[in-house]
């Protein structure tokens, strides 16, 4: 893959989301994707003389979802053989000549064409990688094709013959098995010994044992692929629900790839470790050894998988990866192009938070060789070692199982064993490591969610309205499982916020129902969230002030949480942002982006004073960013406010005798409410002590922002490539 193909497997992936409608009762607001550019939005509050406003926010029911219909199943087409016409025998008529019957014309082009095809194939050689049974049996339904072309006597028999002769060329055609010859390794000890010293190269970091790898992903991930394509999701091979990739590499019990290492000094007395992405292999244990051979198993691969990418990886030794950092010098081991096309160009890595892993025989995958069972050695205990986060052993299956938690993107863990060896009541240690087994590698490529729905609120109310942050939920739908920390609390994959039980283990339920405990903490994916571009201050001490976004509410992105008092009515509109594997220092390429419009409604507040019977002005209070207003007197009377030029005026439509239309109250309040002493009839209020002065307020107010109006694209050496 060269560089500009490289850059391309890097691309991006973006999720955006329209804006819901909301439908408030007598408070109507309408949110829509567009609402920057509507003019008749309307939220309204209705006031009860004598009592604070209350808002009646009815939503309206959401749309419900057709029932699925299930689809008739579709009958095969039953065909039923053509009635002959019954020739009956008549006395020839001197005066007819007989009638010549003609066959039908059949159409043979298809079938002489392909059969002509393959025979040239066989001419040629091409066939000649396969077994001689095959060739029999391929030339032998190439003869009845033949035959066919000479005798059918219907357009059935030649679809038959060619559709037999198509089926053998693709599928039963088996290759020669191929003698394998063993790459020489590289001995990278310089010839001194290496027991009991560590590999420089797969250690664990501090307070990790992770190989580390970030970027972004192959664009086909997620997406079904071609038959054929030999690309496939992690979800096909070595999960819970998998089963083809079982069938086609089989388990670490029937294995026949390996590698060895010697007991007590001698060569004669072996222990094995075996693998299955290889066959009929017997190589001695090196560090970081050629993907596909011994017992090297990295998983989820298949063994085509595996062997593939080691030829590949030769390609892209040293080579530069998409985060400006290069592929080191070991092809196969920590930091090299193998892993790196495995995690984060092809993704055949399992998706963290979202696939039960299952690995079966964990265990069986050792034996001694025939001389050292019979000098005596015996394999007393076999103990797998170094488990991604989130996964255990369950020693009752002999299994490996569970969901992978890690704090980074993309990485594998060394698979290791520790082995418990006796003969004649001593026991010796032997341990495979260093790959010499294997990895278990994952991947993130599942872009976090935004689920928090649009809200409508008064203002003065008290406000806390969640953005709903989701990540890597598959472990938390998996009621099965039932992912525990030890302390209780529930193991969540993705969150805004590392739990304070973040560093506990946590147990789960295998398949079998044994409850498991992880070998190593599963870790939580934090977020990076914003409102409108804003984040928290430094160390991320306080909330951030939406003053200039939705008055008198905060944010902040720590919890997700929108809470405060609003001060101002109005239809604001709001583009969140949430991305995982983030800073709010700096954007970088690692994680995927979940992008959402939320509406936060703010309804205008509008109050009247009591007053006392036959008065003539009622003192009205209403909220700022309201600009339509209706007082209604228990005689019915209506007065009609609308907000012109900076001022309350009396609209049309107004029946109290008592205001003129087009006469101004009072100016708009900038900074707060407004207050206006509206002169009403006297007789307009003789019943205020029976029935009540109701009032209401609308406003259509909108504002709504839009995200990264403006982009700057930067390569890796930081210069500015364009402009957006």
Known sequence: MKGKQQQDF???????????????????????????????????????QGAEASVAATTAPANQADSNKEKEAVKPETKV??????????????????????????????????????????????YANKTDESLALLNADLE???????????????????????????????????????????????????????????????????????????????????QGSHLRSASEGYTLASTELRKENGEFATATGKTYKTLDNNNTYRIYVKGF??????????????????????????????????????????????????????????????????????????????????????????????????AGYTIKKVTPMNLPPGLGYNANSDTVEGYIGANIQNGVYDFRYELTVAKDGTEQKVYFRDLQAGWIGWQDSTAPRIQGKSTMVTVGDQVSHNLEYVDNDGV??????????????????????????????????????????????PQTVTAYTTLNGKTLGKNGEKPVSLDDTIPGLTYAPETGLITGTPTEAGIFTVAALAKDYNSANAWDMNGQEAHENLTVAVAPKITVK??????????????????????????????????????????????????????????VSTSGDTTINLAVEAESTKYVGVDSITAKATTDKVQAYLQRDTVTVKDHNQRICSNI
Do not use: C
């Open 10 to 48: 890097r691309v991006e992936k973006y999720i955006r989301y329209g804006i819901r409608k909301y439908s408030f009762g007598a408070a109507s607001v309408a949110i829509a994707a567009g609402l920057m550019f509507l003019g008749s939005g309307a939220v309204s509050a209705t006031e009860v």
């Open 81 to 126: 053989a053509e009635a002959k016409p019954e020739v009956k025998a008549e006395k020839a008529k001197p005066e007819e000549a007989p009638k010549e019957v003609v066959a039908p014309k059949l159409d043979k082009s298809q079938l002489e064409a392909y059969v002509n095809q393959v025979a040239g194939n066989i001419a040629a050689g091409k």
């Open 144 to 226: 009845a094709a033949k035959a066919a072309l000479s005798s059918a006597t219907s357009q059935d028999e030649l679809k038959a013959a060619y559709n037999k002769l198509v089926t053998t060329v693709n599928s039963k055609l088996q290759n020669k098995p191929v003698e394998k010859k063993e790459t020489p390794a590289v001995d990278t000890t310089n010839g001194k010994e290496t027991v009991g010293k560590r590999a420089g190269n797969t250690e664990k970091k501090s307070e990790s044992n992770a190989i580390e790898n970030t970027g972004s992903k192959d664009e086909r991930n997620g997406k079904e692929l071609v």
């Open 277 to 374: 992405q290889s066959e009929n292999t017997e190589t001695v244990a090196r560090n970081n050894p050629q993907p596909g051979t011994g017992a090297r198993t990295d998983l989820p691969l298949s063994k085509t998988e595996a062997q593939k990418l080691g030829r590949e990886a030769a390609m892209w030794n040293n080579k530069l990866r998409a985060s400006g950092q290069n592929n080191n010098t070991n092809s196969y081991g920590s930091g090299g192009a193998y892993e790196y096309l495995a995690t984060e160009i092809y993704g055949y890595t399992y998706e963290q938070g979202n696939h039960y892993v299952y690995l079966k025989d964990v265990t069986k995958r050792f034996e001694l060789s025939d001389a050292a069972k019979a």
């Open 476 to 521: 938390n739908r998996d009621t099965r499982a039932n992912y525990q920390r030890e302390d209780g609390s529930k193991f969540v994959a993705g969150s805004k916020t590392s739990p304070a039980s973040s560093r506990k283990p946590a147990e789960f339920v295998a398949a079998d129902g044994t409850k498991v405990r992880s070998m190593s903490n």
């Open 610 to 667: 009591n007053v006392e019977a036959y008065a003539t002005n009622v003192p009205v209070t209403i909220s700022k960013g309201a600009n339509k207003a209706e007082i209604t007197t228990p005689d019915g009377k209506v007065t009609k406010l609308v907000v012109k030029d900076g001022n309350w005026v009396v609209a049309a439509g107004t029946t109290n005798t008592a205001v003129e239309e087009g006469a101004t109250l009072a100016a």
